[in-house]
């Protein structure tokens, strides 16, 4: 259908389009070529399609023109009404349930169970008398043997029938009557088929394993074994007569163990392949937010772990990699060429591997070194002190400025309650880069009569709390001893003021 | 409300359901169509589906390893070719969806050809039309009309998309229709039926407001489909040719091999996405605007100033052409329309086609037409559009003269049959098959809008022309569309203004009308509007419906 395009496969530079052959190739090669400069270029695109987008939706200037030698449409003539209604926007209506369906899958097997349930009846019936007729115990002495065939299921009296039900010819005394071991029906020779005890075997014991890949089923009628009837095949082993019939529902239970116990090469490499992928996108779920905090400085997760993340998943791009590879060959050089739909299928497999590799490919290129990481942290370390810093500077200050205050009012009115803002005198700056936990005013409850030296420890009590929840535990230390250093300094000021 | 969004949810749970491993979908020749509309290869294929294959193809091999999921429409065909599949079961397991109502007597055939048990799932999945946008449908019947009446079969295909519509957007609608139209009487009772008798399947948890399936006839508007376009999708249509988001451009002069066909899609193009909507001019600048950056950014000197500069550029920069393929496909769409716009003269006979449908003066008209239809410029089709405009709108003027145009026409070598279709537009669309004032000269509040329009200037000489479809739709859910012209069927009648709206134009609608109806939708919160037709027309689809009577 048409949709199928070609598309280039393998591990392509999403920069230059160059197939590197490997993952680790790839890395290199972009680490090597594309470090830095093609990060911005990739930005810088990023940003143009921001730009248009911005173009086409927002405010347009409506003089601007599209001239071209061919066109002569004039500015003033062409210029659009309703800019506001532009663009294809699916978001505006709410998200929806999915349509109407309808099962008919009971109806379907309702239909098909009674016919179905009649074959798997009869073929079960089949099996237990072919379990009998083959055991061990079985008599195979020729006079014994017909008695106790005749006791597995029960013979239909030769009267019963003058022609053969299969070929419709009279029975004579050249044509004789012949008896289905299985189910007891006549047919004549020429229409009986042999079942030999290797194919029984294989039926009634799921354990059966064949030795080596010969082909088991009913024997094949030839000339030379036409009159065969006695109870040793050519090969001088020994089967069973059965008739059509029987034979038919055998070969079907036959074809569906089948079935379920093979799996071609293809699928085993795609189940294993198909593993990896599920791996992988379950070793980047945590994966990403790791590189992503450790970036930032943070030390959450270990840089180690990290990097042991990191080199299993590239090892299962490796695998994956691999395995998709062996699909895409299967068969290439065999005798028999696959046919073109199994190759267009293992080509569609290489394709979707690729894919997902090169999907995911941007959350491994990016995990700080040793040194940078060092680097980061102490940054880090630095800006969350002068955060801290800076908190401190705003209590002493609101701690001064309430004593004047409290001074103004020891010299005028004596009651007014004092009513500091502290919201608006806390320096934030920083701190929004830093974390993924902002403190929020919400949890800190201080009353405004407070010291204000006690809002500020209240507060960072309160950033303790959430630091200590966003297990940010760097923080919570530093914060502790901005606490005790807030601490030893309030005690320090209120012996001063009892003084 | 969104027809893309159910198609798509129906897609993506029929794959879910067959669990993990390798997938093939079956499907028949419109499935084909429906779902490559809303998914990309690559998307589908994320969910492994590997093999796309037609179950009327002869060439497919045995695989057992792969699981089927077949999407197929039930057909007596499709049911024959399913039932003979699963006699000889070519995949290992087969999960079967329909796309819409199957007959019990069906589903026992399928049943009895099942003797592997092959079988696991067998559902109803009510995707059966195409979904072009959001908020547009359509079922790709290119002639439902004839002798002025349904065409054998096209009926039922349309009762059959429609009330799939009704099931896939979960809605229960109370059905107006054009008073004016047989056929839309017919398609009217034929869906009434369909939700009677197969009451369970429209049990629905019950809105506030009722909504309503608007059915109208393509005859009281033929003026639309005759006038050259101006917003991209529209006008991509009409010179071009979208079909199922296709755009065969293997006639376009020096045109590469990758480019001979290109896929427009909002659902996996961003930029066609923006600009599907917006004028010619706006589309240029845009695609103008994002290379210049691009340009100014790579430190080119070289100055991009034409479609031609934009060409070489990007043949100039391939690593940019892989990274951009979709600015390179609408450059050479948007180059090879404004080359089509300049050889033909486009212009000139847009303004006078708008001319023609909004408020021309007779003979300042006549003459206009006549002197394009010299012009060395103006193809065949254009002229026809012209002398078709002219004959739709002074038909009963006491003065017009249609033979005369008729005869210029011959003199030019326009084939009879071609001619006759002048006459075919009359037929089909003139005052007598109208159940509407479309030129609004009876109307007096209409002529007096018509008259204020002109005072205000007009702002855009080729976007002049709003579709009638789109001031009664606006009726509609303004809670003021006579009853007389388009009555309920049965007695029961929506007290309230209307939300949810699905509108369906027999004969088919055109993108013109799509972005009318997109228009509503953003201008009316709360107020949700899908256009559907039996097909999505152009001139040249146009001229086929009423050639047929
Ligand atoms: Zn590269
Ligand atoms: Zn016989
Ligand atoms: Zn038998």
């Given amino acids: 259908m048409a949709m199928s395009a070609e598309v280039r496969e393998g591990f392509l530079c999403p920069m230059c389009m160059k197939d590197l052959g490997t993952v680790t190739m790839l890395q290199d090669h972009f680490e090597e070529e594309h470090s830095s400069e093609d990060k911005d270029v990739l930005q810088q695109l990023r940003g143009l399609l921001g730009k248009a987008k911005k173009k086409i939706l927002g405010e347009k200037d409506s003089s601007d023109m599209f001239d071209t030698s061919s066109s002569s449409m004039s500015s003033s003539t062409y210029a659009v009404s309703n800019l506001s209604v532009t663009g294809y926007d699916p978001s505006v209506w709410d998200p929806q349930e999915i349509g109407f369906v309808r099962s008919r899958t009971d109806m379907f097997k309702s239909q098909r169970g009674a016919r179905v349930d009649r074959y798997v009846v009869e073929t079960n019936k089949l099996i237990i008398r072919l379990d009998k007729l083959t055991s061990s115990d079985a008599p195979v002495e020729s006079s014994k043997r017909r008695a106790f065939e005749k006791s597995v299921v029960q013979w239909a009296p030769d009267s019963s029938v003058k022609t053969c039900q299969f070929c419709k010819r009279n029975f004579t005394l050249t044509r004789r009557r012949h008896h289905c071991r299985l189910c007891g029906d006549i047919m004549c020779d020429k229409c009986s088929q042999f079942l030999p005890h290797t194919f029984a075997k294989k039926l009634t014991d799921p354990a059966f394993q064949l030795q080596s890949d010969v082909d088991v089923g009913f024997l094949k009628r030839s000339d030379s074994n036409a009159s065969l009837n006695s109870i040793l095949g050519p090969e001088g082993d020994p089967h069973i007569r059965t008739c059509a019939n029987c034979r038919k529902l055998l070969e079907r239970r036959n074809d569906q163990m089948e079935q379920r116990n093979y799996k071609p090469a293809i699928v085993l490499l795609y189940e294993k392949m198909k593993m990896c992928v599920d791996n992988t996108e379950d070793l980047l779920r945590e994966y990403l937010p790791m590189v992503e905090s450790l970036s930032a400085g943070e030390s959450i997760h270990s840089l180690q772990k990290a990097q042991m993340y990191r080199v299993k998943i590239t090892k299962l791009y490796e695998t994956i990699d691999g395995l998709s590879k062996k699909i895409l060959n299967l068969g290439l050089n065999s005798e028999e060429e696959p046919q073109a739909k199994q190759l267009q299928l293992q080509r569609a497999i290489r394709l979707y591997a690729s894919n997902f590799m090169q999907d995911n490919m941007l959350g491994l290129q990016s995990l700080p070194s040793e040194e940078q990481y060092k680097m980061l942290q102490e940054r880090r370390t630095q800006e969350i002190q002068q955060r801290i810093a800076a908190e401190r500077l705003a209590a002493i200050e609101a701690q001064e400025r309430e004593k004047r205050l409290q001074e103004a009012k020891e010299g005028g009115h004596k009651n007014t309650p004092s009513s500091v803002k502290v919201t608006e005198e806390r320096p934030r700056s920083g701190s929004k880069k830093l974390t993924s936990w902002m403190p929020s005013e919400s949890n800190i409850n201080f009353s405004d009569r407070d010291d204000p030296m006690i809002q500020q420890m209240n507060i960072i009590r309160g950033y303790i709390k959430q630091a200590r929840q966003a297990q940010k535990f760097d923080e919570v230390n530093m914060l502790e001893q901005n606490l005790k250093e807030l601490q030893q300094e309030y005690l320090r000021q209120q012996r001063q003021n009892w003084s | ?549």
Avoid at chain 2, 202 to 225: G, Q, S
Avoid at chain 2, 388 to 403: C, G, K, Q, V
């Fill in chain 2, 1 to 549: 409300m969104n027809v893309i969004v159910a198609i798509k949810q129906y897609i993506s749970k029929m794959i879910e359901e067959s669990g993990p491993g390798m997938k093939v979908l079956l499907m028949d020749k419109e499935t084909t169509s429906i779902v490559s509309m809303v998914y990309a290869q690559s998307e589908i294929l994320q969910k492994e589906v590997y093999l796309f294959e037609r179950i009327d193809s002869s060439g497919r091999e045995t695989m057992k390893h792969l699981k089927c999921i077949a999407f197929l429409r039930p057909t007596r065909e499709n049911v024959e070719y399913l039932a003979q599949e699963l006699r000889m079961p070519k995949y290992g397991l087969y999960y079967i969806y329909f796309s819409n109502v199957i007959s019990k007597q069906e589903v026992k055939v399928l049943a009895e050809a099942d003797d592997q048990e092959v079988v696991r799932e067998v559902q109803e999945f009510f995707g059966d039309y195409i979904a072009v946008n959001p908020h547009l449908f359509t079922l790709n019947i290119p002639m439902c009309c004839q002798a002025l009446n349904w065409s054998p079969g096209s009926l039922t295909r349309t009762v059959e998309g429609l009330t799939s519509v009704l099931l896939s957007l979960k809605k229960c609608p109370m059905i107006r229709y054009q008073n004016s139209s047989e056929m839309a009487r017919r398609l009217a009772e034929n869906v009434r039926q369909i939700i009677n008798r197969e009451a369970a399947l429209f049990e629905f948890r019950k809105t506030d407001v009722a909504p309503v399936l608007l059915i109208l006839d393509r005859r009281d508007d033929a003026v639309t489909p005759l006038l050259n376009q101006w917003t991209y999708q529209a006008m991509v249509h009409e010179l071009l040719g979208i079909n199922n988001n296709r755009i065969n451009l293997s006639n376009v002069p020096g045109i590469s091999k990758d480019l001979q066909e290109v896929v427009l899609s909002a659902e996996h193009d961003e930029f066609y996405a923006n600009n599907m909507y917006n004028n010619f001019g706006e589309i240029g600048t845009n695609i103008k605007d994002l290379m210049e950056e691009f340009q100014n950014k790579s430190k080119s000197q070289a100055k991009v100033e034409s479609i031609a500069d934009m060409k070489a550029f990007i043949e100039n920069y391939p690593q940019f052409k892989k990274m951009s393929g979709t600015v390179s496909k609408h450059v050479t769409v948007v180059g090879e329309l404004s080359r089509l716009v300049g050889k033909h003269n486009l212009l000139e006979i847009s303004e006078t086609e708008q001319e023609l449908a909004c408020q021309g003066d007779h003979s300042a008209c006549l003459q206009r037409i006549k002197a394009l239809l010299s012009n060395e410029k103006t193809q065949q089709l254009d002229m026809l559009r012209l002398v078709m405009l002219y004959s739709l709108r002074y038909e009963s003027h006491s003065n017009n003269d249609i033979a005369g145009l008729l005869e210029v026409l011959r003199k030019k070598g326009v084939s009879d049959k071609l001619r006759h279709m002048v006459h075919g537009v009359l037929e089909y669309g003139g005052r007598k098959a109208r159940g509407s004032d479309l030129f609004g000269t009876q109307d007096a509040v209409a002529f007096t809008k018509r008259f204020f329009k002109g005072l205000k200037g007009v702002e855009n000489v080729y976007t002049q022309h709003k579709p009638y479809m789109h001031s009664v739709v606006d009726q509609l859910i303004k809670g003021k569309l006579k009853e007389g012209a388009f009555p309920y069927l049965g007695t029961s009648q929506l007290k309230e203004r209307p939300q949810d709206v699905i509108v369906f134009m027999i004969g088919g609608c055109t993108y013109e009308e799509a972005f009318a109806v997109h228009t509503l939708n953003r201008t009316n919160p709360g107020i949700r509007v899908v256009l559907g037709g039996t097909t999505v027309l152009n001139l040249k689809t146009l001229v086929l419906t009423p050639s047929s009577t």
